[in-house]
């Protein structure tokens, strides 16, 4: 057989499977981390392998057996990539996330499998999602709508916002769009009749706002507008002067960054901004505290995606203290923060990294009765719901989807990344198995 000329993840991922390694295996076969392997598995193609990884992948592909060697011809040729290591059940109970057979139990994220164009029988023919183009044109003309916008007190646009903000913190995704559609284009005839210490009310109230059109456009998968809503965000809680209003917008100009890959500006923004926060406010208040505390855990999802494992640890460590210090799991700010809150962003992480048995692991400490957003409860599920897809454990998979949907229907109906996990399980399950899973997508909305 012909020599690789340069190993990608592709090629190397084919030979794992060809020698019916598990990623944990191959990576101490090879002398490499876990999570490069597996790194290797989740991004294929794109991932050029260093000179020593290919030198050793050069020797085990010469030093295998003629049957290793066919396998992986064919893997190459067929462009397969593969599951990770196979899991234990884990026991469960009831308070607990289900991460185990027979029943059901993301901080912002694609699964890690590839979907395989050689497994015949699926295709998407669509997404369904909400239309957002009211949204769009609020937020680039919000002035160009047909009727006047009109101003509104204070009093009623601080409560609209924070409406917003629980319909969204709600899954309530067709709701939060037409409520934003409106009170974007309010915002600058109110502004312009507000003054004094209120003008500064409404600027920290504005980046608020902004913030929440950001989020629900990066649900949808709009990327690049979530980034032009992050920016609206961050430039009107800076002319608010408020520090925590700050810090919160950096919150999402963090997403943001992160949804359009730039991850290292992410994590450092993150870090920058909490330290900023923490010398200005001496973390003197709740919402300070659950801001800061919020902040570093974006800034370890950042962190965790750049590979910076060393990063990401220590800022969930010191997130954990902040929620130690804040000493119960709330939702100031709106920012869900608390132990729990941590908890669930170690799940997230330990997925990131390639760790999806770990994620499980922590995820069957969560204690569900403490999520008290259906936001974060379904983020939870899908994140389980990767682990298991990820591990081909796809009956757990789809065990775990069922439960976000049960928790938050337009979650799963309306976000591309969510819908991606459910196209992969229709995909590579057989059977019943696929059988069960169609049923369940017809049902949710998802077109496959």
């Known amino acids: 057989m012909a020599a690789v000329t340069t190993w990608t993840g592709r090629e190397a991922n084919a030979l794992r499977q060809a020698l019916r390694m598990s990623v944990t295996g191959f990576a101490e076969h090879l002398g490499a981390a876990r999570r490069t392997v597996a790194k290797w598995s989740s991004q294929g193609d794109k991932v050029h392998l260093r000179a020593d990884m290919q030198a050793a992948l050069d020797t085990v592909l010469a030093r295998a057996t003629p049957d290793v060697r066919e396998r992986f011809e064919a893997l190459v040729r067929a462009g397969t ?15 607990h996330v289900h991460t ?5 139990h993301d901080i912002d994220s694609d699964g890690d499998v590839r979907r395989r164009d050689l497994l015949a029988g699926v295709t998407i023919s669509g997404i369904a999602v909400p239309s957002v183009a009211t949204l769009l044109n609020a937020l ?11 101003a509104l007190p204070l ?13 969204y913190q709600a899954c309530r995704y067709e709701q939060v769009l037409a409520r934003l559609a409106t009170l974007l284009p309010a915002l600058e005839p109110t502004r312009a009749n507000t003054e004094g210490e209120q003008l500064a009310q409404l600027d920290a109230l504005a980046g608020d706002l902004y913030h929440v059109v950001g989020s629900v456009l990066l649900k949808v998968g709009d990327k690049g507008m979530a980034l032009v809503a992050a920016e609206r965000s961050t430039r009107a809680a800076a002319i608010s002067q408020d520090p925590v209003a700050m810090a919160a917008s950096a919150r999402i100009m963090t ?8 991850t290292a500006q992410a994590r450092q923004l993150a870090e920058d901004t909490a330290e900023t926060l923490q010398r200005s406010t001496r973390l003197a208040s709740t919402d300070a ?33 902040a929620a130690g210090r804040l000493g119960y799991d709330g939702n100031d700010r709106w920012t869900g923060f608390g132990t729990t809150n941590v908890l669930l962003h170690r799940v997230n992480i330990a997925l990131t990294l390639g760790d999806a048995g770990t994620a499980i692991a922590l995820a069957r400490q969560v204690t569900l009765d403490k999520i008290g957003l259906a936001e974060r409860k379904a983020s939870l599920f899908v994140d389980v719901a990767r682990a298991y897809t990820q591990w081909g454990r796809y009956e757990h998979g789809l065990d775990a989807l069922r439960g976000a949907y049960q928790v938050a229907p337009e979650e799963i109906r309306y976000r591309p990344a969510v819908q991606r996990i459910a196209s992969d399980l229709a995909i590579l399950t057989r059977g019943h198995v696929r059988n069960t899973v169609l049923d369940f997508a017809q049902h949710a909305g998802i077109r496959v």
């Open 255 to 262: 997403h943001a960054l992160m949804s359009n890959g730039h």
């Open 155 to 167: 009093r009623q646009f601080a409560r609209d916002v924070a409406a917003a903000k629980i319909d």
């Open 100 to 104: 185990g057979a027979g029943g059901t």
């Open 140 to 150: 680039v003309a919000p002035s160009s709508r047909g009727t006047e916008p009109v």
């Open 81 to 95: 990539s593969g599951a990770l290591a196979d899991p234990a059940p884990l026991p469960v109970t009831a308070t």
């Open 289 to 321: 505290v659950a801001v800061y505390g919020a902040l570093l855990l974006r800034g370890a999802i950042a962190a965790a995606r750049y590979e910076d494992r060393d990063s990401a640890q220590a800022m969930l460590d010191e997130a954990a203290h």
